[in-house]
């Protein structure tokens, strides 16, 4: 079973800029790169929603409309990790963000399905607050 670690949440204020992590630590960490992965976030109070999602060799991407041309989703197959780059944040974007791995290539109509992926990180807190 791949275990999914995300890192790089913190408290910043609105308009600054985050980068989060996904790795997936155990035995190897490369078992990241056979995977397609998507970033999904949870504010308090709210359901989990899908932001962003990459295809296993980064050529297809998908992002939610609320932030797209904010947010850029890439990866790094040397270094087996999946990047959020989040700029503009506002303290809308507070919740908690987690990564996570599906084996079937996101569609236009379904990379925001949480029932596609299997395996899901534990989150890392963002939040945006002045």
């Known amino acids: 079973q791949v275990q999914l670690v995300e890192s790089g949440g913190g408290l910043v204020q609105p308009g600054s800029s985050l980068r989060l992590s996904c790795t997936a630590s155990r035995f190897d960490p490369s078992e990241l790169d056979a995977y397609h992965v998507g970033w999904f976030r949870q504010a308090p109070g709210k359901g989990r929603e899908g932001i962003a999602s990459?295809?296993?060799?980064?050529?297809?991407?998908n992002y939610a409309g609320i932030v797209k041309g904010r947010f850029t989703i890439s990866r790094d197959s040397a270094k087996s990790t999946v990047y959020l780059q989040m700029n503009n944040l506002k303290p809308e974007d507070t919740a908690i963000y987690y990564c996570a791995l599906r084996t079937s290539l996101p569609g236009a109509s379904d990379w925001w399905d949480e029932g596609e992926y299997t395996y899901w990180g534990q989150g890392t807190q963002v939040t945006v607050s002045s």
């Open positions: 990459i295809s296993k060799n980064a050529g297809r991407s």
